[in-house]
């Protein structure tokens, strides 16, 4: 549960968290469970798509979480506080960490940290992002559709955001500017404090995230 004085630094991040987490297991036995809180939201809110620092550093957790099965992974980007580095909501985070520790210390076969990216694929003129451990089904806050949603090239700044919807239990993303087709990242909920939608019907956010654009087959 740390990491903000890390946003300087989110490329090395990754490497620093799993370094972490093996001298813990060295110590302490190779199986030992390792629940991440991923970084809550602090600062404005982004008017345009933007890099951050913060959101490297999440990627890095969300990361780490997905490459070992002894790890959990509880988002935390909807309850940060735009105003306090300390977010006082610790009641739905402690919720949070409990489910992610029923399903990685426990064994119960409950999504643990509720929708999170599979793969992003170009399908004609859309990019529809794939998702698992989704309870029920996915669904968007005050809206009829998701927002958090980029489509970037690959330099930075690059990003524009995308119109989004629901489609078969899939996020579509509608590729509807110029530069379209050098689109090859999709990025969601990606800045300091970012304003995002994506939600399961158990009320958990999707993971942020970054994932490179495929062509399907």
């Not at 089904?137 to 998701?146: C, I, T, W």
């Amino acid at each position: 549960y740390q990491g903000e004085s890390n946003t300087g630094q989110g490329a090395s991040y990754r490497r620093l968290l799993e370094a972490y987490r093996d001298d813990l297991r060295a110590r302490f036995g190779a199986q030992l469970p390792l629940l991440i809180v991923q970084l809550s939201s602090y600062g404005p809110a982004p008017t345009h798509p933007t890099e951050s620092g913060w959101a490297d550093v999440r990627e890095a957790e969300r990361l780490v979480a997905a490459e070992d099965k002894h790890s959990g992974l509880a988002v935390a980007v909807d309850i940060g506080e735009r105003y306090d580095i300390h977010p006082a909501n610790k009641q739905e985070l402690g919720r949070r960490l409990a489910r992610a520790a029923r399903h990685v210390v426990y064994g119960e076969s409950l999504p643990p940290s509720g929708p999170l990216p599979v793969s992003a694929t170009r399908a004609g003129d859309a990019v529809e992002v794939s998702f698992k451990d989704v309870t029920g089904k996915l669904v968007a806050y005050s809206s009829n559709h998701p927002i958090g949603f980029e489509l970037c090239g690959a330099n930075a700044g690059s990003c524009h955001y995308a119109d989004a919807d629901l489609r078969d239990g899939k996020v579509v993303l509608h590729l509807d500017t110029p530069a379209a087709g050098d689109m090859s990242r999709v990025r969601y909920c990606w800045a300091d404090s970012p304003f995002c939608t994506l939600y399961d019907e158990a009320g958990l956010p999707a993971v942020p995230f970054q994932l490179d654009v495929t062509s399907k087959h």
